[in-house]
Structure formats: structure tokens, C-alpha cells
């Protein structure tokens, strides 16, 4: 059984960071992209980052270029995302996702797995 389990969120305050990481047991993912969504209270889920196979391709959305990081190993089935200068408008629950491509999973489209989500807290 495949699953994606997100480490624990938390409470940061605007300007910190935060690293997530997000573990994939049950198969190997070294064959397909990463990436996280987040939802933020009363909107719909949107795209965050991906990253490739191979780790050299990565796309992020606008509101988190220049701040956010993917990264992943797949030694060890992980992919990680690094927030800096967090803001408030950050917060959200953060999920994380296996799919076919980066370019899909920009997109939301062939997402193969999603993990439960952990919630990121941002105070001003």
C-alpha cells in the first residue's frame, strides 16, 4: 500500500522558515515527479512546487519563487520543501503529491498519490 506521510507543520512567524519533508513508502518513486499543493482556509487547493525524476527539473508557482525550495532523494523515497521569508499568506494545509511529470503536476493533472496534509501556521 502506497503511502505519502508529510512531517509535522507548525507555527513560524512571518520572515522564518520551515522545512517539510514528505516520506513515500510501499514502491519507488524515482521513476516520477514530486511536488506540493497547499490549501489555505476557504480556498481551493493550488499548486507549490515539482520536481523531476531526477532532480534537475523543478517549477514553482509564482507566489513561492525565489522563497521556496523542492529538493528530494530518492534513496531515501523523500522529497523536501524549504520555505524561507514565510508570510502569512503562506498558510495553508501543505500536501504533498506523486505524479507523472512536473509539468502536469503544475497543473494538478496526473496526480498519482496524495499524502493527508500538515498545516503550516504562519503569524504576522
Known amino acids: 500500500q502506497v503511502q505519502l506521510e508529510e512531517s509535522a507543520g507548525g507555527l513560524v512567524q512571518a520572515g522564518g522558515s520551515l522545512r517539510l519533508s514528505c516520506a513515500a513508502s510501499?514502491?519507488?518513486?524515482?521513476?516520477?515527479?514530486m511536488g506540493w499543493f497547499r490549501q489555505a482556509p476557504g480556498k481551493e487547493r493550488e499548486f507549490v512546487a515539482a520536481?523531476?525524476?531526477?532532480?534537475?527539473?523543478?517549477l514553482y508557482a509564482d507566489s513561492v519563487k525565489g522563497r521556496f525550495t523542492i529538493s528530494r532523494d530518492n534513496v531515501k523515497n523523500t522529497v523536501y520543501l524549504q520555505m524561507n521569508s514565510l508570510k502569512p499568506e503562506d498558510t495553508a494545509v501543505y500536501y504533498c503529491?506523486?505524479?507523472?511529470?512536473?509539468?502536469?503536476?503544475?497543473?494538478?493533472?496526473?496526480?498519482?498519490?496524495w499524502g493527508k496534509g500538515t498545516l503550516v501556521t504562519v503569524s504576522s
Open positions: 503529491a506523486v505524479g507523472s511529470s512536473t509539468l502536469n503536476m503544475r497543473t494538478g493533472a496526473a496526480i498519482d498519490y
Open positions: 510501499g514502491r519507488t518513486f524515482s521513476n516520477r515527479a
Open positions: 520536481i523531476s525524476w531526477s532532480g534537475a527539473s523543478q
